[in-house]
């Protein structure tokens, strides 16, 4: 039963075109929602968050949109860059944080192409 | 500041051998957590410690098992290896045990054979 779906486990993308990720949870108590960044061979490293009591949380070229009575959310990279091709992870937390609470999708790999 | 490191990176192991993997936190971090990560089950959380204390524990076989130095460095050890056991495993720290963000190392790839 995944409680974090990622249903696109790859997209193609344009240089300098926007790149949309999604991600659905089900699970209604979750209370705050995080993207992270893999490349190859490294760990996952942590991109951008935000909490339920928000709908957007922009950083840059990342930013993130939290529709909480769709239970989803969708990160947005604008302008793609070539250093963007990574495979991403979406996590939602349980309240009070903690890694136990963490649960995280199954990731969509990102190619951006010249 | 230093990243958090793990050793050794990549590891192949028979089965029934047992491993122990090592994980040095983010200076000032005192939680560390472990994951799993494989293709079909994606990153799937192990255990996590928070002054040398085992705070929780993910649905994995008591062959999993693990512990928290005094200066937050962690070991992870997998007795009696199976082939499922192959994976890649992560370590995170955060600053503490309700941090959100967690902050991940490079993992260790491990084989079992």
Same mark, same amino acid.
Request: proline share 6%; glycine share 10%; hydrophobic share 30%.
């Given at each position: 039963d ?25 699970n209604?108590?979750f209370?705050?929602f995080?993207w992270?960044?893999?490349?190859? +061979?490294?760990g ?10 928000? @709908?957007?949380?922009e950083? *840059?070229r990342? &930013?993130?949109?939290?529709n909480k009575?769709a ?5 947005h ?8 091709? +990574? ?5 939602a937390?349980d309240?009070?944080?903690?890694? @136990?609470?963490l649960t995280? *999708?199954?990731g &969509? ?6 | 500041?230093?990243g958090v490191?793990q ?5 192949i192991?028979?089965?029934?051998q047992?491993?122990t ?7 000032g ?12 089950q994606?990153l ?5 410690y ?5 705070r ?7 062959r999993f ?12 050890n997998?007795s ?8 890649l ?5 955060s ?5 959100y ?8 790839r491990?084989t079992?054979?």
């Amino acid at each position: 039963d995944q409680q974090v779906k990622q249903n696109s486990p790859s997209l193609s993308v344009q240089e300098g075109r926007i790149s949309i990720l999604n991600c659905d949870y089900t699970n209604s108590m979750f209370d705050y929602f995080l993207w992270y960044k893999k490349y190859p +061979a490294e760990g996952p490293t942590f991109l951008i968050s935000i909490s339920s009591i928000k @709908d957007k949380n922009e950083d *840059g070229r990342f &930013t993130v949109f939290l529709n909480k009575s769709a239970k989803h959310l969708s990160l947005h990279i604008v302008p793609s860059q070539p250093g963007d091709s +990574a495979v991403y992870f979406c996590a939602a937390s349980d309240p009070g944080g903690g890694a @136990d609470g963490l649960t995280f *999708g199954k990731g &969509t790999h990102l190619i951006i192409q010249p | 500041k230093a990243g958090v490191t793990q050793t050794p990176r990549y590891l192949i192991k028979t089965r029934g051998q047992q491993v122990t993997l090592s994980c040095s936190p983010i200076s000032g971090h005192r939680s560390v957590s472990w994951y799993q990560q494989t293709p079909g089950q994606g990153l799937q959380f192990l255990f996590e410690y928070f002054s040398e204390t085992q705070r929780n524990k993910g649905n994995f076989p008591g062959r999993f098992s693990g512990r928290q130095f005094s200066n937050s460095r962690s070991e992870m050890n997998v007795s009696t290896l199976e082939l499922g056991d192959s994976a890649l495993y992560l370590c995170a720290s955060s600053k503490g045990p309700s941090s959100y963000e967690q902050y991940f190392g490079p993992g260790t790839r491990l084989t079992v054979t």
